[in-house]
């Protein structure tokens, strides 16, 4: 099933920039700015616009896109197809067409990737690289001020489908919006990935009608309706996979990763890997980037199991993560700076309610934001200058933190430095 | 007049007009009437479904073009929200909420909507000549002067709209208070929403009535009758404090 690739050979333009790439990113890593990939990248595609089209096109790659999970199941794609050989990807999280070229551009240029891409770059980056198979997770609501319209999403990626005549697509039916986005695609792997948040898939994408909804599926009178999967989640360590039922237990947490992994796995097997070798090599992830790592926290050394919610589907996924363990002390780090979205109110989406019979702890930028939300929701709890400060006052040695995009990096940033 | 039966808050389709968290606003309505030791019922309207016309309070929220358009379309088909205002329902409307009650609005097409023309207002992306660009979305926290007769401390919110809205010639009602950080209703008069009757309309998210909790009673006392003061949360308090630090001078 895989084709011999041809042998590299660059333009000038392109030798040009991928020496500059280089050199930024070195300089940018000696002078401690990040890891160096975006402002390498950057220059890179300035001077030679077309880089990414020669690096990425002819190999084995793979682009993976969502609101939620992208980060997580790039690193398990990566796993999976790490079993054939040298593979690459952007495991930095810089998921624009920088951040792409970056991974892309260090030999051997015939390595397969694994490629996280932000969901409105998606377009730009696959039809660059006519990657061998697409990822499509889920769309929901994530920072409003910068991409308000989760349709406008659906049907970038549904015109892309249309134009990259030999990607297959592996696409979640349980997401109205993916799986409406996924029909124009050459070929289609469908998942049952769930969604535990249908907030923002009420609306036909096709038509515009209200959907129907039932336990199993949903479907509009205008005829769009949920596809058939070939792979989903029968339970907790189950994959109903090709027809049989499989054994498949991961290390990361919760069904929202087996359903992570369910995809990368259903990916995988595009490139030839069995769906149990693709399972054993991710099998060892504890972490993606501190995700779901226990570090010190406090000058006390409380243990502290970091774990990030940016979105209402997120925060529901962590939810059921929570509160599938005995309870812990949980300290919520709350920030809305741009990263964030500035907009804290779509917090009075999550049923916080779910949190009573446990210690809360509030912490973050926009703490009293979620202090009132936290009371109207009659969630007794406790409010603190900084993480550590909450730390100490946790009533256990372990707790959970639940921390959105810039709260969590910073918390990384002080607890692994 | 007070009463044995719990005040009905209905949330009318959180599936179209729930896209900014303004569900949050009838949570609080609902706590601050427990809080007090009164009923509340919160009775959520699916979209497609006929708004019921018996409920003392009518929320409507903040979401995108065609959702706004089917949410119109929806309570135009029945009189049932005209006719419980009339019979001294209280509303308040929210954003795209705040749109669908006027006149009329834009839709995602570039063509203009009929909303349900609660109040005299209508909605554009610009009221400029056609050779001025529109202008651009209004994004960000807004801060608002109520307007004194209502008796109201300073409000807080955010925003996140592209329209411009403004009264009908002749219209009744005042407007909710003069913005003075932010855009609101994107007029030369600085104002951002109306008030008229029991009918507020208004470009604040937050939820509004979280960040607010006065508003939230004014729309109480206007279908409870007096109510007892409630100083509850002390958390909104801090909140209110936070936000005024953070935005002063803006
Ligand atoms: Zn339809």
Not at chain 1, 107 to 129: C, F, G, M, N, S
Not at chain 1, 277 to 296: N, S, T
């Given at each position: 099933?895989?084709t ?11 030798q040009?920039?991928l020496?500059v790439e ?7 890593r ?5 890891s ?16 990414l089209a020669?690096?990425g096109s002819n190999?084995?790659?793979?682009c993976?896109s969502?609101?939620n999970?992208?980060t997580t ?14 593979v ?7 998921n624009?067409?920088p951040?792409?070229?970056a991974a892309?551009?260090?030999p ?12 409105i770059?998606?377009?730009?980056v ?8 697409v ?39 349980d ?6 986005s ?14 535990n948040?249908?907030a ?7 038509c515009?009608?209200l959907l ?5 599926g949903?479907w ?8 058939e999967?070939i792979?989903?989640?029968?339970g ?7 027809g049989?039922?499989?054994p498949a ?5 919760g ?7 369910a ?5 995988a ?7 149990e070798d ?19 926290l406090?000058p006390?050394g409380?243990l502290?199991?970091l ?10 996924e962590?939810m059921?993560?929570l509160?599938s363990?005995?309870?812990r ?8 700076q ?14 916080f309610?779910r ?9 973050g ?9 936290l ?5 007794p709890?406790?409010v ?12 256990d040695?372990a707790?959970?933190v639940?921390?959105n ?13 | 007049?007070s009463?044995e039966?719990a005040?009905?808050i209905?949330l009318i389709y959180?599936e ?9 606003n009838a ?20 979209a497609?479904?006929v ?9 409507l929220?903040?979401?995108e ?10 309570m135009r088909?029945?009189?049932?929200l005209?006719?419980?205002v009339?019979?001294?329902?209280a509303?308040?409307a929210?954003c ?6 006027g006149?009329s609005?834009p ?30 979305r ?7 002067e109520?307007d ?8 807080y ?5 592209g ?5 009908l ?23 951002d ?8 309309g ?5 939820p ?17 009758g007096r109510l ?15 936000r ?7």
């Amino acid at each position: 099933m895989m084709t011999p690739l041809p042998r590299r050979r660059f333009s000038a333009r392109t030798q040009a920039a991928l020496a500059v790439e280089r050199l930024a990113a070195e300089a940018s890593r000696r002078l401690g700015r990040g890891s160096g990939e975006m402002i390498g990248g950057k220059l890179a595609l300035r001077i030679a616009p077309d880089a990414l089209a020669e690096v990425g096109s002819n190999r084995l790659t793979a682009c993976v896109s969502a609101t939620n999970g992208k980060t997580t199941t790039t690193r398990l794609l990566a796993r999976a197809l790490g079993t054939l050989g040298p593979v690459k990807s952007n495991s930095g999280g810089a998921n624009m067409a920088p951040g792409v070229l970056a991974a892309l551009s260090k030999p051997p240029y015939d390595a397969a990737a694994a490629l996280e891409v932000d969901e409105i770059w998606l377009p730009k980056v696959a039809r660059a690289i006519e990657p061998r198979v697409v990822l499509l997770l889920n769309i929901s609501r994530d920072q409003l001020d910068r991409s308000n319209e989760t349709r406008r999403i659906a049907a970038l990626w549904r015109e892309l489908g249309a134009d990259l005549r030999d990607t297959v697509v592996v696409a979640n039916v349980d997401d109205p919006l993916v799986a409406w986005s996924a029909m124009t695609w050459s070929r289609q792997i469908w998942v049952s990935a769930g969604q535990n948040w249908t907030a923002d898939a009420m609306v036909c994408p096709q038509c515009a009608r209200l959907l129907h909804r039932n336990a199993t599926g949903w479907w509009c009178e205008c005829g769009l309706a949920r596809p058939e999967p070939i792979v989903s989640v029968a339970g907790l360590g189950e994959l109903m996979w090709f027809g049989r039922r499989i054994p498949a237990h991961i290390d990361l947490p919760g069904r929202v990763n087996l359903a992570n992994a369910a995809m990368a796995a259903a990916a995988a097997r595009e490139f030839g890997v069995d769906v149990e070798d693709a399972l054993a090599a991710m099998r060892g992830i504890g972490d993606v980037q501190g995700r779901y790592q226990e570090v010190p926290l406090g000058p006390d050394g409380k243990l502290a199991r970091l774990l990030l919610a940016k979105n209402p589907a997120g925060w529901v996924e962590m939810m059921e993560l929570l509160n599938s363990a005995p309870p812990r002390p949980v300290l919520i780090d709350f920030n809305s700076q741009t990263a964030d979205g500035r907009d804290p109110s779509w917090i009075w989406d999550v049923p916080f309610e779910r949190l009573a019979g446990r210690q809360v702890l509030v912490t973050g930028g926009r703490k009293e934001d979620m202090s009132v939300r936290l009371a109207y929701a009659e969630v007794p709890h406790t409010v603190h200058a900084d993480a550590e400060d909450a730390a100490t006052a946790a009533n256990d040695k372990a707790l959970d933190v639940v921390a959105n995009y810039t709260a969590f990096r910073d918390l990384l940033v002080r607890t692994t430095r | 007049m007070s009463r044995e039966s719990a005040t009905r808050i209905a949330l009318i389709y959180p599936e179209l007009l729930g896209t900014y968290g303004d569900g949050g606003n009838a949570i609080v309505l609902a706590q601050r009437l427990r809080w007090r030791g009164l009923r509340a019922e919160i009775v959520e309207v699916p979209a497609g479904e006929v708004v019921p016309a018996d409920c003392d309070i009518y929320l409507l929220g903040g979401g995108e073009d065609e959702p706004q358009v089917l949410a119109a379309d929806g309570m135009r088909r029945n009189r049932s929200l005209t006719r419980a205002v009339s019979g001294g329902a209280a509303v308040l409307a929210v954003c795209a909420g705040y749109q669908v009650i006027g006149a009329s609005f834009p839709a995602g097409n570039g063509r203009v909507h009929e909303g349900v023309h609660l109040v005299d207002m209508e909605t554009r992306r610009s009221f400029d000549p056609p050779d001025v660009p529109p202008p651009p979305r209004a994004v960000g926290d807004i801060v608002v002067e109520p307007d004194q007769r209502l008796g109201l401390p300073t409000l807080y919110g955010y925003e996140n709209h592209g329209g411009r809205t403004r009264p009908l010639p002749g219209s009744r009602g005042i407007p909710l208070g003069t913005v003075r950080l932010g855009v609101g209703d994107g007029t030369p008069a600085r104002t951002d929403g109306i008030v008229d009757g029991k009918v507020i309309g208004t470009y604040l998210h937050g939820p509004v009535l979280a960040q607010n909790p006065a508003l939230a009673d004014l729309l109480l006392t206007w279908v409870h009758g007096r109510l007892a003061p409630l100083d509850a949360p002390v958390e909104a308090d801090m909140l209110r404090r936070a936000r005024a630090r953070a935005l002063a001078g803006g």
